[in-house]
C-alpha cells in the first residue's frame, strides 16, 4: 500500500529553504523520497509514521508527497513565505520612554512573531500582509534598528531614533499681559524638534525654533500663573528647576499723582497710585526714567525729574504695558 501524509508541522517555511518539517503520515517504509512539489528535499524516517524533512527552496504553495517502495503518497501543501520587507516606520523618532505606537509598513509581514528595536522586543497590537503596529520599547537617546520576523526570516532593518524629552529653564520675559501676544524666549535642552508650546493648557502661536536649546513663542490670553511647556518627538517637558513659569498681569493704571506738581529743578518725591503696579519696570516724566519703587500693586513712589516749567506726562511701564499719561505740572 502506498504511503499516505496526514499533515505537516509546519506548513510553511521561508522561500530560501531549510525548514525542518515533520510528516505525519503512515506506510513510510522503503522511503526512497521526500518531494516539495518537484523537488526532493533531504529526510529522515523516524518511523513509519512519521519523517523529518529539510525543504529546499521555492515559491507559493506546493504539495509535498512521500515516494515509498510501495508507492507515491497524496500531496499535502506547504506554502513558502517570502522575506518581510519593510518600507517605512511611522513615526520613525519617538521618546526614550517608549510607550508611543508605531506602524511598519512594508510587505511579507502576516504573522509577524516578533518586532525588535536592535535588540529590545516591542509589543505586537496589530498585524496584516503590509503593515504591523507595535508599541516601542524603552531606550537610551541613539537610533535603534527596527526588524520584524516572520516564519519567512527577518527584515531589512529600518531606523528608529529615540529623542530625550525636552526641558525648559529660563523664559524671558517671564510676565506678560493678559491678553498674550507678547513673544517669549524660552530656553533649555532638546527643543529642536519643538512642534507644540502651551502656556498652561492653551497653545502659544508662531513658534520658532533657533537652536537645540533656544526657541521663540507667543503667549496666547490668559490669566494667573501658568507652567510654560515644550511637546517633541522625546515627549512633554516637566516642570522642574528653573524658571518654566509664566504670569499674566492686568495692564497698569496711574489715577493720581501725589503731588502733581513741583520745582523745575525735580527731585520731588512723587506717589503715583493705581492698580496693577506690582511689576514696573520703567517711570517716565515726560520722556524721562525716573528713580522708583514699587511699595505695592497700587502705589509707585518716584523722585521726579528736572524740567522746564509746563506740564509733562507721567507714565508707568510694566511688562503688561504702559499706562496713560497722566499731567505733572513743573512750576518755578
Not at 15 to 44: C, H
Not at 271 to 280: D, E, F, K, P, V
Amino acid at each position: 500500500m502506498a504511503p499516505v501524509v496526514t499533515s505537516l508541522n509546519p506548513n510553511q517555511g521561508r522561500a530560501a529553504g531549510g525548514t525542518s518539517v515533520t510528516v505525519n503520515g503512515g506506510g513510510f517504509t522503503g522511503v526512497t523520497a521526500v518531494r516539495f512539489g518537484t523537488v526532493s528535499a533531504s529526510f529522515t524516517v523516524i518511523s513509519t509514521t512519521q519523517i523529518i524533512a529539510t525543504s529546499p527552496p521555492g515559491s507559493g504553495t506546493v504539495d509535498v508527497t512521500v515516494t515509498a517502495t510501495s508507492g507515491t503518497s497524496n500531496g499535502v501543501p506547504f506554502t513558502y513565505v517570502a522575506v518581510p520587507a519593510l518600507t517605512s516606520l511611522t513615526p520613525n523618532q519617538g521618546p526614550t520612554a517608549g510607550g508611543n505606537t508605531v506602524t511598519l509598513t512594508g510587505t511579507s509581514l502576516s504573522s509577524a512573531t516578533a518586532v525588535r528595536f536592535d535588540t529590545r522586543p516591542a509589543v505586537i497590537t496589530g498585524n496584516t500582509s503590509t503593515q504591523v503596529t507595535v508599541v516601542a520599547p524603552a531606550a537610551p537617546p541613539a537610533p535603534a534598528d527596527v526588524t520584524v520576523t516572520t516564519v519567512g526570516g527577518v527584515s531589512n532593518p529600518l531606523p528608529y531614533f529615540y529623542v530625550p524629552a525636552p526641558t525648559i529653564s529660563q523664559l524671558d520675559p517671564q510676565r506678560g499681559p493678559l491678553s498674550g501676544g507678547n513673544t517669549v524666549t524660552i530656553t533649555g535642552t532638546n527643543l529642536a524638534l519643538t512642534s507644540a508650546v502651551r502656556f498652561g493648557t492653551s497653545p502659544a502661536t508662531g513658534i520658532v525654533v533657533g537652536s537645540d536649546s533656544v526657541i521663540t513663542a507667543n503667549a496666547p490670553s490668559g490669566s494667573g500663573t501658568v507652567t510654560v511647556t515644550a511637546t517633541t518627538p522625546g515627549g512633554t517637558s516637566a516642570p522642574g528647576p528653573g524658571t518654566a513659569y509664566y504670569t499674566y498681569l492686568p495692564a497698569p493704571v496711574v489715577s493720581s499723582l501725589t503731588p502733581a506738581s513741583g520745582p523745575a529743578l525735580g527731585g520731588t518725591t512723587v506717589t503715583l497710585t493705581g492698580s496693577g503696579l506690582t511689576y514696573t519696570d520703567e517711570v517716565l516724566f515726560g520722556g524721562v526714567p525716573v528713580p522708583f519703587t514699587a511699595i505695592s500693586d497700587t502705589k509707585v513712589v518716584a523722585v521726579a525729574a528736572g524740567g522746564t516749567p509746563g506740564t509733562v506726562t507721567v507714565v508707568v511701564r510694566t511688562p503688561a504695558g504702559t499706562t496713560s499719561g497722566i499731567p505733572y505740572q513743573y512750576v518755578t
